[in-house]
Each structure stands twice: as C-alpha cells, then as structure tokens.
Nanobody
Framework: QPHLVESGGGLVQPGGSLRLSCVAS????????IGWFRQAPGKEREGVSC????????NYPDSVKGRFTISRDTATKTVSLQMNNLKPEDTAVYYC?????????????????WGQGTQVTVSS
C-alpha cells in the first residue's frame, strides 16, 4: 500500500521560495507517476506539477510553468517541488499523490493514493 508524507510547507513572503518534499514508502517509486496538487479554501483541487514514472520527465500546467520545478530521487524515494517567485495566490494546502501509470496527469481523479498535505502560505 503506497504511503506518502509531505513536508516543507510554511509561511513565505511574496517573491520567496519554498521546497516541498514527498517521501514515498510501501511501493516502488519507479513504477508510479507522482503528482503535486494544491487546494485553496473554497476552490477545487488543482494539479501543479507531475513527473512520469517511465522516464522521470516533468509536466507543468501553464499556471506555474517557469516557477515550479518537480524532481525525483528514486534512491531516497523522494519527490520534491521547488517553488520560486511565490505569489499570494499560491497559498493552499499542497498534496502529493501516486498513480500506477507511466505518464502523469494533472487530473486528481487519476490518482489513487494521497498524502496528508502541507500548508503553504504566501503573505507579507
């Protein structure tokens, strides 16, 4: 049973950076695509980055392209999300999720296992 634990959230000023980590256990990270999602109060959960299991290549929606970078370390079973030039609208709970597929997506319905989330607040 896949188990995911996020960490690294916190309070940051606009323009600042944060690095989130998602540590996986109970499954082979090489076989699962991993997605990062976020959910702000009153809003739908949206995908912000994902990484393909087949080759470790990333995929980003236009909303974060150029600011967010996802990476994978299969040795430590960690998927990281580097977030730069953060904006107040990036404030949300951030989740990582696992999908038994070669290619990732930004659709939360494709993912079967989720972490508990970590809060990111961007405010001055």
């Amino acid at each position: 049973q896949p188990h995911l634990v996020e960490s690294g959230g916190g309070l940051v000023q606009p323009g600042g950076s944060l690095r989130l980590s998602c540590v996986a256990s109970g499954f082979n990270l090489d076989l699962y695509s991993i997605g990062w999602f976020r959910q702000a109060p009153g809003k739908e959960r949206e995908g912000v980055s994902c990484i393909n299991s087949i080759d470790g290549s990333p995929n980003y929606p236009d909303s974060v392209k150029g600011r967010f970078t996802i990476s994978r370390d299969t040795a430590t079973k960690t998927v990281s999300l580097q977030m730069n030039n953060l904006k107040p609208e990036d404030t949300a709970v951030y989740y990582c999720a696992a999908d038994w597929e070669h290619y990732c997506s930004h659709n939360q319905k494709d993912y079967t296992d989720w972490g508990q989330g970590t809060q990111v607040t961007v405010s001055s």
